[in-house]
């Protein structure tokens, strides 16, 4: 894939079963589990797992938006909103720890916020901007009703932390889940250009 191909690439919000599907597939390529260390540090990954059902709980409340190429999705960015604090029990820890973090002096969670469900870009298409992209697409589909997108990110997943901080996320607080040491970021998307 080269940077001329880059106008082939279309972002929109998933709405197909098949687009599900291929989130799930594109997911379980990238799973911490599915990747040696070495490609861990390399890469990156992933670590929540969703089902069709699910995604289709989280596009019923908020976009899941999607990048394609030649109808395949080769990148996705989950959202959910606070409201889906009890859909995965995996994610308690987080939610937890967005209770007791502030951002420029203010508890998080008297923000408006979505949480940055999980982003991911196939291997091929890495390295031509896609991660901000796709948070920018999302954030343009529902920047009138939040303030923040709030995720968090492994913190032995230095190459996702990086990239995110490249794009405007900021490190807010560091907790353990009991199992990983995670960073909670945040992306003002009101102050973002």
């Not at 995604?55 to 909103?81: E, H, R, S």
């Not at 995996?90 to 469900?117: C, N, T, W």
């Not at 091929?124 to 995720?151: H, M, P, Q, W």
């Amino acid at each position: 894939m080269n940077k001329n191909s880059l106008s082939e690439i279309t972002f929109q919000a998933a709405t197909s079963i098949e687009h599900f599907e291929q989130i799930v597939q594109l997911q379980n390529q990238n799973l911490y589990k599915s990747l040696s260390t070495e490609q861990q540090e390399q890469q990156g990954f992933v670590f929540a797992e969703h089902s069709v059902p699910l995604l289709q709980v989280m596009a019923a409340q908020i976009p899941q938006i999607i990048a394609l190429y030649k109808n395949k999705v080769i990148g996705y960015n989950l959202a959910m909103t606070a409201a889906m604090e009890n859909e995965l029990p995996s994610l308690a820890p987080m939610f937890r720890e967005f209770h007791k973090s502030q951002y420029l002096g203010k508890p998080l969670i008297d923000y408006k916020f979505f949480v940055g469900g999980q982003v991911c870009v196939d291997k091929d298409f890495r390295g031509l901007g896609l991660l901000s992209k796709l948070y920018n697409a999302t954030a343009n589909e529902v920047e009138e009703d939040y303030e923040l997108c709030i995720t968090e990110v492994a913190v032995r997943n230095t190459k996702s932390l990086k990239i995110h901080q490249k794009m405007g996320f900021e490190v807010v607080s560091t907790h353990n889940d009991g199992l990983e040491d995670w960073n909670v970021v945040v992306w003002d998307i009101k102050n973002s250009a």
